[in-house]
């Protein structure tokens, strides 16, 4: 039987039998029909989506990316006849050149046709092709009868050689609070980053090759441990934390870590470190007496320092009352400025001048900013009460109490002073000690009480009579002895323990007769420079401040209530403040660097460098120098700042060996070498490192550790 789809195919004869008769004879007969195919339809280009490879990589011309098809051609006469070869690759056949330059509908349906890349940057590749059935002319493309040849377009991509870049690498220092009690510090992209063209940022990963020793890190929506990796994308999205340990005294953690892309291209491992702060009480508790007036509590800062960081204080009464025992400042947000390490909380006593049972209070510091809590954050006042008229403070109040002014009494009334509800109070400023009577220094500028043997020959004595008063107690501070004084004085003061040049002492009258003499003014540089208040009112009011204003209370604001003003300590003397002050102050160095001798200073921990590159990075991308150092104060305000960790200064002799000179070009006026001036430096080691204690140490410049460096540029 001949079906119609095989009339189609090919010219095929058919044939039809018959018989002819007359009715008397028969004869058979044959009749023949000859069908000739004929093909009318034109081949039409069905898929031309081209082809996407890697540099020098290979790939296949599928069905899915070239089609031709015809319904009256079968696909072994469909025939793709190249017009222009490839230019930056070879067309293969069966894996052997193509020749002669074309092929087939099923070479391409059975995978024998591939493209070859022969490298090189050509990001672009093509061939143009004919299609044919072997009878028409001409082909079909979208609807459109096609003559001239089409291209089939070959994108190659440059194959993916460099690891990820990091761009970003700081160490994350912003602590917060979480809401499960625990402190956790955020890892973003703003501190840690990498890009590549190449990759997307969900395929960019960060290995794990060492963890953090302190605490460990975790995805803050699954709450799930991260222990290998983590991608640039969970960086973006805030979901890495790190969760500090609060069961460890430590400020700081480090984790290791390589960069990589899909394909195993990987960067140098790094580290990143993560710093933080812990805030508490210096003290656990004090000891003061009623008519002590004004008691600083000292909180402390101790960790990383280069970030502002808050933290409330709430008082519990215990015993005694508010407003009736003691009074406090209505601000309960104690803020510690870049830099500061030490804060004071300052308590108003209030003498009464009764007799009355001891009364204990306590301060308790929560809800910290950008810090975490320490184990003190709790600290106990007790106000002694002045059994007639003297305060001798009993250490019931913690037997193991080992030496009275290590856990902070103050105030402690010599015996026989004179009753402070008669007596006026005086406050002798920047007398320092004679050598055998200095006082040690201890972590805060604690004040340490004295026995009469020390009291005794450190004096006032009252011009013109030969009287003496006996001060009732001693502050020293790093630079100055402040002699606390109660009595009646009504002539001119003069320290009989100093030598005759050295006789006048500046005097500041708290509270004095009506009819008193006048004191000597302190000088006018020192007028906002005073030492501890005193809760005494005052006929002529002066400032007074808890502290001497010292490089640990900068950025410490103190409000004068009795002249309503507010001032601020620079660390070097309290000035009075307004938002006028502040905006001037604003406007006097960048953010992130500090003032100090007419220059801006800038710490750089992030990238720390040799002397040499640390010269460079100062002069090329903070447009200052290394550090100049002029002066001991400058110094130590310098250490200070460094968070007492060494750093690179501006001092070398490279230019002549022996000769010191800074890189800015200013006069050596002030050295603080650990041992003396070298007398030739060894080869090599031309620049200047400060170490602890701020001692000065020749160094290489050009190898060695790398260190911090402080940089700076004038106003």
Known sequence: MVTQASMLKAALPLFARFIVSNGLQTKPGVFEITLETVDTALPVVT?????????????????????????????????????????????????????????????????????????????????????????????????????????????????????????????????????????????TSRVLKASDPDTDDNQIIFKILRGPQHGHLENSITGEFIHEKFSQKDLNSKTILYIINPSLEVNSDTMEFQVMDPTGNSATPQSLELKWSHIEWSRAEYEVCENMGMLPLEITRRGYSMDSAFVSVQVNQVSATLGKDFTMTPSKLVQFDPGMSTKMWNIAITYDGLEEDDEVFEVILNSPVNAVLGTKTKTAVKILDSKGGQCHPSYAFNPNMPRAWEKGIWHLLSPGASSPTTSGSFHLERRPLPASKQLAVTRGDALRDFGSEDLSSVKLRTGGDGKTVPPSSVYRNRTDSIYNYHGMISLKLEDDSSPAHRRKASVSIISEPQKATKVTEPPRADKEESTTGSHFPRQDPLPSFPKNCTLELKGLFHFEESLQKLYKCDGIAWRSWSPHTKAVEDKSCPAGWHRHSGYCHSLITEQKGTWTTAAQACREHHQGSLVTVISRQHMRWLWDISGRKPFWIGLNDQVHAGHWEWIGGEPVTFTNWRRGPPQRSKRGKDCVLVQRPGKWHIKECRKGKSHNYVCSRKL
């Open 47 to 187: 898929r031309n989506k081209g082809l996407r490879l890697v540099e020098g990589a290979t790939g296949l011309l599928s069905p899915d990316l070239l089609q031709l098809t015809d319904p009256d051609t079968p696909a072994e006469k469909l025939t793709f006849l190249l017009a222009q070869l490839p230019r930056h690759g070879q067309l293969y056949m069966r894996g052997m050149a193509l020749i002669p330059h074309n092929f087939t509908q099923l070479d391409v349906d059975s995978g024998h046709v591939a493209y070859r890349h022969l490298g090189g940057d050509s990001r672009t590749d093509h061939f143009t092709f004919m299609a044919s059935d072997g009878t028409n002319n001409g082909f079909l493309v979208d609807g459109r009868v096609w003559q001239e040849p089409v291209s089939f377009t070959i994108q190659v991509d440059q194959l993916d050689k460099a690891a990820p870049r990091i761009t970003h690498l700081h160490s994350p220092s912003q602590v917060g609070l979480l809401k499960n009690g625990c402190y956790g510090i955020y890892i």
